[in-house]
């Protein structure tokens, strides 16, 4: 985890994309503005919780990472090919 001391007025550039800027700061709580590209979901923590759990419940079910991959991509496709006669097996 990077730890950045900022004052009020003072920016961090993340990406090249996404700007926070410290707005204002009371006492425990600090106010800050995010800039960033409208495809980017921002979400409070207890939020992006809340959402992670309801999306759980709503699918139990949900299949493992392997198996969603092998529906994907057939699983012969992942066996290596031999490579071309005479070549490498990046066909240079």
């Known amino acids: 985890m990077l730890v950045l001391t900022r004052k009020t007025g003072q920016k961090l550039i993340i990406g090249g994309g996404i700007e926070i800027k410290i707005l204002e700061t009371h006492g ?8 960033a590209p409208k ?18 419940q709503q699918a139990p079910g949900r299949l493992a990472v392997d198996e969603a991959m092998a529906l994907v991509i057939p699983p012969a496709a992942l066996i290596p090919q031999e490579p071309p006669a005479g070549g490498s097996p990046l066909g240079l």
């Open 28 to 35: 425990d709580s600090v106010k800050i503005g995010i800039e």
């Open 39 to 56: 495809d980017v979901p921002i979400y409070r923590e207890e939020l992006y919780l809340e959402i992670c759990n309801a999306n759980r």
